[in-house]
């Protein structure tokens, strides 16, 4: 069959009977854990997560968990809330703010902005975000980073990283993803159940997440399942537009950050397809065609995704150990 | 047997792992150094020097995570070791974002529930029951209250997995700590997991049990004493009895964990691990046959029951691109 | 009124440990073995014996041959059983 953009369709009712069977497999009887808990976040991976946890493991046997922080939407933590109500789950709230000021992570990270930009103060209502050049298909720009600040006024200003303050800044803010795997792992362990990730596809495929953060779970149910997929599996669990239609977020940075500018720099449907292209080895030239680019934009996106996966290998590796151990089996048994 | 079996080339066996080092920090890892936590035990005393004899001294950040219920003796002793092999360090105290996690506060109310008049100016530890006969390995929970009477009570299953639960949070707490300043010089976590830890899994999943590369989870608690001797660790270290340093009153290993000491587990676990009868393995562990028998059988089940532990996230599906 | 007491413990072990899944457990097999009964499970199973049965179970009564099998928890629960009764 050739490359065409309906590839990526599945049948959503199979694939929900499937992943929750292998839910119920992996941690009821392969961990031994009795029941599961969920980060939602108001998004939809989360929601879809939350959705077949339930089917798995009954209501009584789910915590759903909100872990806002200061600058999270506060719409997230509605729409969460809400969306756990109507699933008949309570959402339990544990605000890691107090915990990340603590870490210093506000302060760290604003320290290094000040680096770039001595004006920016977040108590004035300066607003931050780290953003990547626009379109990855454009032209063939380097990866750099940029910072742009929001002044109370709303003006933008952006400039581009040094790598210092760079890795200071993502260093800082990386807590917010830990603190929320260590908090999971509180209710996890205080009930004996298993944390359940919500990572899709292109986040685990292509490194988008935090070593022993978001990462740092027990299962993956969806993270064999491209975002557009993930779209259809929440139509089919009927989780609510209001959730489906929100625009991805990192939810991390002060000012709204898609993901999209953020890491993937291309549209979920583009990239999904593209990305299924490459991964099938399809010539440039017949994805060319179906996509409506050009064969030099798709050997930028393949280009692209080889990268990523590449310089990501360090967040997947798993500790490596020197010697034999044979008995602590931590190695390939994953997956 | 007898227990020469663990004897090693402290000197061979430190240049294997400083290689190992080098190759798979700057080459596999591709980070320019490492991050230790130093606890002032000999672990990660071992885990430094090496470190520091395979990167170089400017290469290796030293890191002190003390908290409010850690020894005192833990941030003198690693500030000797970190003075010995001159590597850059930091203090970062941990007990307020503990105290923010409500670590402290969900434990005590654990222990509330079983021994109610337990508050402030209480100190706590929880026990294994200290025997080698058939038991479960059930905790209970010591109180010493400030006019120093100790009392002791049985966990139920909540209120085990609560305190343990609350108490995880300072294991993982560190490692985060580790992976911010991993993060920000673009550096390695190196984790200090002996091989007993390790193979039995006595570590706190994505707290104590995660990092970048465990250059001592091979080797036998014994043979970590002999690198630390070859590598000159301090004797002050090398004498002192492992804690956990994780509750207020002092614990030793085996009250927590192993129920027996680390040289004759450290027997045990060769001999099950090299196939000998437990009755030719007696002699020189110093037990009965049937305790070394029971051994034999816990080694089993801690391996069973922590699987979970060693268990990476697991996918319904592979992601082909991806290689674990 | 000993079968209600069988049927009851197996009912326990197969919804909290087997998940409903019955996968053949014998009233011999060792839960140890089998992998049944973790330490969390062990904790799960006292406090229900304790709760169910109105007994104290005491430090000293913490071990295998009382707890390992639906038999051996049989034995124990009569004896406890009678002891309290006494």
Not at chain 1, 59 to 65: G, R, S, T
Not at chain 2, 34 to 63: M, T
Request: glycine share 6%.
């Amino acid at each position: 069959m050739g490359f065409n953009k309906r590839v990526l369709e599945i049948d959503a009712a199979a694939e929900t009977n499937r992943i929750v069977a292998a839910l119920r497999q992996t941690v009821l009887r392969r961990m031994r854990r009795y029941g599961g808990v969920v980060g939602i976040s108001g998004g939809v991976d989360s929601a879809v997560v939350l959705a077949l946890a339930l089917r798995a493991f009954g209501p009584q046997k789910v915590i759903a968990l909100m872990l806002p922080e200061n600058d999270s939407d506060p719409e997230s933590e509605v729409l969460a809330r809400r969306y756990a109500q109507a699933c008949g789950v309570t959402a339990v709230l544990e605000n890691i703010t107090p915990a990340l000021e603590g870490f210093g992570c506000y302060a760290r990270r604003d320290e290094a902005i000040r680096r770039v930009f001595p004006e920016y103060d977040a108590a004035k209502g300066y607003k931050a975000k780290i953003v990547l050049p626009k379109n990855l298909l454009e032209e063939d720009t380097v990866n750099v980073f940029s910072l742009t600040i929001v002044d109370p006024n709303g003006v933008e200003q952006t400039k581009p990283l040094f790598p210092r303050d760079f890795l200071q800044i993502v260093a800082a803010s990386n807590f917010k993803q830990r603190t929320r795997m260590a908090m999971l792992y509180y209710h996890a362990e205080s009930n004996h159940y298993a944390v359940i990730g919500t990572a899709n596809k292109n986040e685990h495929g292509q490194g988008f997440f935090v070593k022993h953060g978001d990462a740092g779970v027990d299962v993956q149910p969806i993270a064999h399942l491209y975002k557009t997929q993930v779209y259809q599996l929440a139509e089919y669990l009927k989780v609510p537009e209001e959730i489906r239609n929100r625009v991805p977020t990192t939810d991390t940075y002060s000012a709204p950050t898609s993901q999209q500018e953020f890491f993937f720099r291309l549209p979920f449907e583009v990239m999904d397809l593209l990305w299924f292209a490459q991964e099938h080895g399809y010539p440039p030239a017949e994805v060319a065609a179906v996509m409506g680019l050009t064969e030099v934009q798709v050997q930028r996106a393949y280009n692209e995704f080889t990268r990523k996966q590449r310089t990501t290998a360090y967040l997947r590796m798993a500790p490596v150990s020197f010697g034999a151990v044979q008995e602590g089996t931590a190695r390939a048994e994953a997956s | 047997m007898t227990a020469d079996v663990l004897k090693i080339n402290a000197a061979a066996t430190a240049a294997a792992i400083e290689a190992r080092i080098r190759d798979l920090v700057l080459v596999n890892l591709k980070r320019k150094g490492a991050v230790v936590a130093l606890s002032g035990g000999v672990d990660s005393s071992v885990v430094a020097a090496l470190c520091a004899r395979a990167l170089g001294k400017e290469r290796v950040f030293g890191l002190f995570l003390p908290e409010r219920d850690c020894s005192p003796d833990s941030l003198r002793l690693g500030r000797m070791l970190a003075a010995s092999l001159g590597i850059r360090t930091c203090v970062e105290d941990i007990t307020p974002i503990l105290e923010a996690a409500g670590c402290y506060r969900r434990r005590d109310d654990a222990i509330r529930t079983v021994i109610p008049e337990y508050g402030d100016g209480y100190t706590c530890k929880i026990v294994l029951p200290q025997t080698l006969d058939a038991t479960y390995p059930v905790y209970s929970v010591v109180v010493r209250s400030p006019e120093g009477v100790l009392k002791k009570a049985r966990l139920n299953a909540e209120a085990c997995l609560s305190i343990i639960a609350a108490t995880n949070f300072k294991q993982r707490t560190r490692k985060m700590m580790e992976y911010y300043y991993a993060d920000r010089y673009n550096y390695a976590v190196a984790g200090t997991p002996n091989r007993l830890e390790f193979d039995q899994g006595f570590f706190v999943k994505n707290g104590d049990g995660a990092a970048d590369f465990k250059p001592i989870a091979h080797l036998y608690k014994t043979q970590v004493y002999q690198l630390a001797e070859f590598l000159g660790i301090p004797e002050e270290i090398r004498t002192r009895p492992p804690t956990t340093d994780t509750y207020p009153m002092e614990q030793s290993q085996e009250e927590f964990y192993f129920a027996l000491p680390s040289e004759q587990m450290d027997l045990c676990l060769y001999a099950k691990n090299h196939g000998i009868p437990a009755a030719e393995a007696a002699a020189a562990v110093g037990l009965p046959a049937k305790s070394v028998e029971h051994v034999y059988r816990m080694v089993d089940s801690k391996r069973k029951s922590t699987r979970y532990l060693h268990q990476r996230p697991l996918l319904v599906e592979d992601v082909a691109e991806i290689q674990h | 009124m000993q079968n209600a007491q069988r049927d009851t413990l197996r009912q326990f072990v197969v919804e909290n440990f087997l998940f409903g899944q019955v996968d053949n457990l014998s009233d011999q097999d060792s839960f140890l073995e089998k992998g049944i009964i973790d330490s969390t499970g062990i904790l799960e199973l006292i406090s229900f014996l304790e709760r169910h049965y109105r007994i104290k179970i005491a430090d000293e009564d913490l071990i295998e041959q009382n707890f390992d099998s639906i038999d051996k928890l049989m034995a124990f629960l009569s004896r406890k059983l009678r002891v309290s009764k006494d």
